[in-house]
């Protein structure tokens, strides 16, 4: 059996009865804390205000359906939406009834944003490591540029002082720390990977 569409004619005479339930509003306005005390005069009248107003907004939500290439008969959500974001007088009504947007759009959307964020990220890496390359030319005291530790000059010496001290000042002299503001931390556990390769080696338990 099809349902039963055709919209229901505003009463044209006054009866003194509202449509809407008026217990039910009253407990409506109850929950409200801001209010203390309603009397059923006001009650009454909030009841009628809302009635016209929901009639105001169905009325305008259907003028929107009629408007589309295939008109309407039924009120769908997007002719109340519609409505909402035309009509100046229900402007107050746009977080509650937004405008629908597609799950392609939204998805397009997200990814032309994350590809902007990592394209900022990349940028900025690619900044970043260019930086550490240059420093990375750099020769240091006894370290090659493969990361391993050069041979000695010194045959006399091979676990002495004078090694240590070498190998302390150029891993001093190697140390490079990126910033904490570094946009990617690959950056950071590279270096310190390095260093740890540079650092490898024998140590003084001499004292």
């Not at 964020?117 to 540029?145: I, W």
């Not at 490079?176 to 003084?204: F, I, T, W």
């Amino acid at each position: 059996m099809p349902y039963n569409t055709t919209a229901i004619p505003p009463r044209k005479e006054v009866t003194g009865q509202t449509q809407l339930p008026l217990t039910r509003v009253k407990k409506i306005i109850a929950v409200d804390p801001d209010i203390n005390i309603c009397s059923n005069n006001a009650a009454f009248v909030i009841t009628l205000a809302t009635e016209m107003f929901v009639q105001y907004l169905t009325s305008t939500a259907q003028n929107m359906a009629k408007t589309e290439r295939k008109p309407r008969r039924n009120i769908q959500y997007k002719d109340m939406a519609n409505a909402v974001a035309l009509q100046d007088n229900l402007e107050f009504l746009e977080d509650i009834i937004p405008k629908t947007t597609s799950y392609k759009d939204i998805k397009g959307k997200a990814a032309a944003a994350r590809a902007r964020v990592n394209g900022d990220k990349s940028a900025a890496a690619a900044a970043a490591a260019g930086a550490s390359t240059c420093e990375d030319d750099r020769p240091t005291d006894g370290v090659l540029p493969n990361g391993k530790r050069a041979k000695s000059s010194s045959a006399g010496v091979t676990n002495g002082s004078a090694t240590n001290g070498a190998s302390r000042s150029s891993g001093a002299g190697s140390s490079k720390v990126l910033s904490s503001d570094a946009v990617d931390p690959n950056d950071q556990l590279e270096l310190e990977m390095r260093q740890a390769q540079e650092h490898d080696g024998d140590v003084d338990m001499t004292g």
